[in-house]
């Protein structure tokens, strides 16, 4: 069993910074892809970024340049720093993992890009 808890959330303004950290309940963060997902009101949830166990990084492209997916295997963390937030950015942020045939996803953190 993987328990993953996201913390980091809030509101900022366009333009802003925000970094998301989800912490592992064992240490899976070094073996398995982990991967940041969110979910806008009224949309599908979609990939935002992941990085793989070699520390090879993906981002969805409206994300390319301004988000950055990175890992602390000492913690057992993966953290998604997002600079240059837009409006579109606002929704509530997943991380998730897949070890053997089993999902895991955390409990989301909402955030909002807002004036």
């Known amino acids: 069993q993987v328990q993953l808890v996201e913390s980091g959330g809030g509101l900022v303004q366009p333009g802003g910074s925000l970094r998301l950290s989800c912490a592992a309940s064992r240490n899976i963060i070094s073996n398995y892809v982990m991967d940041w997902y969110r979910q806008a009101p009224g949309k599908q949830r979609e990939l935002v970024a992941y990085i793989d166990s070699s520390g090879k990084t993906t981002y969805t492209d409206s994300v390319k340049g301004r988000f950055t997916i990175s890992r602390d295997n000492a913690k057992n963390t993966v953290s998604l720093q997002m600079n240059s937030l837009k409006p579109e950015d606002t929704a509530v942020y997943y991380c998730?993992?897949?070890?053997?045939?089993?999902?895991?996803w955390g409990q989301g953190t909402q955030v909002t890009v807002s004036s």
């Open positions: 998730h993992t897949s070890v053997g045939f089993n999902d895991y």
